[in-house]
């Protein structure tokens, strides 16, 4: 119950339960209202007024309130955008890794996209919390668009066409003729013949 929020913030906040206005989603919500029916849930923003303050600060921290709201959404709808790319990059790197040639144009592409919400992000106004968020994804963006550079750079690179092969004969040919006391057998019949005497 929105009373009963009331009553927890009491001694947090000096606001007596009937000095507070709470509010979710730009509308208030009061005292005997069940605030999950509301749609209230873990980490839902709600915004407390004092109710004694002049209605201009009132109207000015709603309107802050929803404008930080704005900015959350804002942030979150990029962020759902980020992780569907983050999918691409990392198929990209899965087949650059296995040897895969992979055409430049799939990493430009990817990176273009990246930097479009590098340009949304760029565009959002955020204080606070959101400002904080919008910071972090504009962070990964731009640790994606370093991983694809590096592997555009490394898919570039000329695969080897020849590899280099050992002979392990003549690797076993020289380690046996530099032990004199130890002498490979000859043939196939001296095995024979040694297991015929122990027999």
């Given at each position: 119950?929105?009373?009963?929020?009331?009553?927890?913030?009491?001694?947090?906040?000096?606001?007596?339960?009937?000095?507070?206005?709470?509010?979710?989603?730009?509308?208030?919500?009061?005292?005997?209202?069940?605030?999950?029916?509301?749609?209230?849930?873990?980490?839902?923003?709600?915004?407390?007024?004092?109710?004694?303050?002049?209605?201009?600060?009132?109207?000015?921290?709603?309107?802050?309130?929803?404008?930080?709201?704005?900015?959350?959404?804002?942030?979150?709808?990029?962020?759902?955008?980020?992780?569907?790319?983050?999918?691409?990059?990392?198929?990209?790197?899965?087949?650059?890794?296995?040897?895969?040639?992979?055409?430049?144009?799939?990493?430009?592409?990817?990176?273009?996209?990246?930097?479009?919400?590098?340009?949304?992000?760029?565009?959002?106004?955020?204080?606070g919390e959101a400002k904080l968020q919008r910071?972090?994804?504009?962070?990964?963006v731009q640790n994606f668009v370093d991983s694809?550079?590096?592997?555009?750079?490394?898919?570039?690179?000329?695969?080897?066409?020849?590899?280099?092969?050992?002979?392990?004969?003549?690797?076993?040919?020289?380690?046996?003729?530099?032990?004199?006391?130890?002498?490979?057998?000859?043939?196939?019949?001296?095995?024979?013949?040694?297991?015929?005497?122990?027999d």
């Amino acid at each position: 119950m929105a009373g009963d929020v009331k009553k927890l913030l009491a001694n947090k906040t000096g606001l007596l339960p009937e000095e507070q206005q709470l509010f979710f989603r730009g509308e208030e919500k009061y005292n005997e209202e069940t605030l999950y029916v509301e749609g209230v849930l873990d980490k839902s923003n709600i915004l407390l007024l004092d109710n004694t303050a002049s209605e201009e600060s009132k109207i000015e921290e709603i309107r802050k309130h929803n404008d930080m709201l704005k900015a959350f959404e804002a942030v979150a709808e990029v962020r759902a955008e980020v992780d569907e790319l983050a999918e691409r990059v990392f198929v990209l790197k899965v087949a650059a890794d296995g040897g895969t040639r992979v055409s430049d144009k799939e990493f430009s592409t990817c990176t273009e996209l990246l930097m479009r919400q590098l340009l949304k992000l760029d565009g959002i106004q955020a204080e606070g919390e959101a400002k904080l968020q919008r910071k972090a994804e504009v962070h990964r963006v731009q640790n994606f668009v370093d991983s694809l550079d590096a592997l555009k750079e490394r898919n570039s690179k000329p695969v080897p066409t020849t590899v280099k092969t050992v002979s392990v004969g003549t690797q076993w040919e020289h380690f046996d003729s530099g032990m004199g006391s130890l002498n490979a057998p000859t043939s196939s019949a001296n095995f024979t013949q040694d297991w015929e005497r122990h027999d």
